[in-house]
C-alpha cells in the first residue's frame, strides 16, 4: 500500500502529506430507497493531517454526517477511496469496519447515549474495560472536567455534564481519532462552550485529531481548518491564522 502513495499522490496532482491520518479521493455516496436517489456525497477529496481539528460546517442535508459515518467505518462510499492510514475502508467488510472502530476511533453525538442505570464512572469503564490501552476511567473523567461527580447517575447530571461524560467515555480509549456530530446541537451556549473546551483540550493534550460538525459558525474559530460542505462537495476551505479558545468564545 506504501508503494501506491506517490503514483496516488502524483495523480491528484498533490504534494503527498506524510501525516495524513485520512486521505479521501473522489467519494461519493447514494443513498437509495425504492425508486428514490439521493446523492449525498459527490466527489470528496479531502486529507486530514494527524492531531488537526477540523469543524464542517454546511447547510442541513449538505452531507456532513453522512462523510463523518464514513470516516468512521460507521457507513460505506458507493465509490471512490477513503483511507485511515495504511487501512482501506471503501471496500473494507462489517468485521474490518468493527476493528478499525474499536481501535481507532471515538465518537460523540448530539444525544448522549448513557446507560441511566450506571454512574458516570461505570459508564466510561464499560468501554475501557474491553479497550486494548485505555486510561483509567477515573482520568477520562478528570480531563473533562468532572472529578466531583463521578458517582452521579446520568439523571443527576446537567446536559452539559452527560455530554461530557460522553466525551470521556469517548477519549478514555485514547482514540486516534474523535468524530463528533453535532456534540453541543442539544446545549445551551454556556454549557456548550465547555463540552468544546473539553474536546478542545482532548485534541491539544492528546494529540487526538478532531473532526467536529456544527451548525454554529462561531464553533468554527476554535478549528485549525474549517471545511464548508454543500450539496455534498466541499465548497470552501478556511485555514483559521489565529485560534480561539473555547472558554473565549462569547456567545
Ligand atoms: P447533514 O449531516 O449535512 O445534515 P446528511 O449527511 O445527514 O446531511 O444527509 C445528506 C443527504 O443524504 C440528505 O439529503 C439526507 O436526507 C440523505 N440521507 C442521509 N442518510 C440517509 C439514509 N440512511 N437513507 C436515505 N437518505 C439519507
Not at 204 to 223: C, K, Q, S
Amino acid at each position: 500500500m506504501a508503494g501506491q502513495q506517490p503514483s496516488d499522490a502524483l495523480a491528484h496532482g498533490v504534494h503527498w502529506p506524510t501525516d495524513a491520518a485520512f486521505r479521501v479521493r473522489q467519494l461519493t455516496k447514494v443513498y437509495r430507497s425504492g425508486e428514490v436517489e439521493v446523492q449525498a456525497l459527490r466527489g470528496i477529496e479531502l486529507d486530514l493531517q494527524q492531531g488537526e481539528f477540523v469543524v464542517l460546517l454546511g447547510p442541513s442535508g449538505s452531507g456532513k454526517s453522512t462523510l463523518l459515518n464514513i470516516l468512521g467505518g460507521l457507513d460505506i462510499p458507493s465509490s471512490g477511496e477513503v483511507w485511515y492510514r495504511d487501512h482501506q475502508l471503501h471496500g473494507a467488510d462489517e468485521r474490518e469496519l468493527t476493528r478499525f472502530r474499536r481501535e481507532h476511533v471515538g465518537f460523540v453525538f448530539q444525544f448522549y447515549n448513557l446507560i441511566p442505570s450506571l454512574t458516570a464512572l461505570e459508564n466510561v469503564a464499560l468501554v475501557t474495560e474491553i479497550a486494548t490501552d485505555p486510561m483509567p476511567p477515573h482520568e477520562a473523567l478528570e480531563r473533562v472536567g468532572l472529578e466531583a461527580r463521578m458517582d452521579h447517575f446520568p439523571s443527576q447530571l446537567s446536559g452539559g455534564e452527560q455530554q461530557r461524560v460522553a466525551i470521556a467515555r469517548a477519549i478514555a480509549k485514547r482514540p486516534d481519532v474523535l468524530l463528533c456530530d453535532e456534540p453541543t446541537g442539544a446545549l445551551d451556549a454556556v454549557t456548550g462552550v465547555r463540552v468544546l473546551a473539553a474536546l478542545e483540550s482532548a485534541n491539544r493534550e492528546l494529540g487526538t485529531t478532531t473532526l467536529v460538525i456544527t451548525h454554529n459558525a462561531d464553533i468554527a474559530r476554535l478549528a485549525h481548518r474549517v471545511l464548508h460542505l454543500g450539496a455534498g462537495r466541499i465548497m470552501r476551505e478556511v485555514v483559521n491564522e489565529a485560534r480561539v479558545h473555547a472558554l473565549e468564545l462569547t456567545w
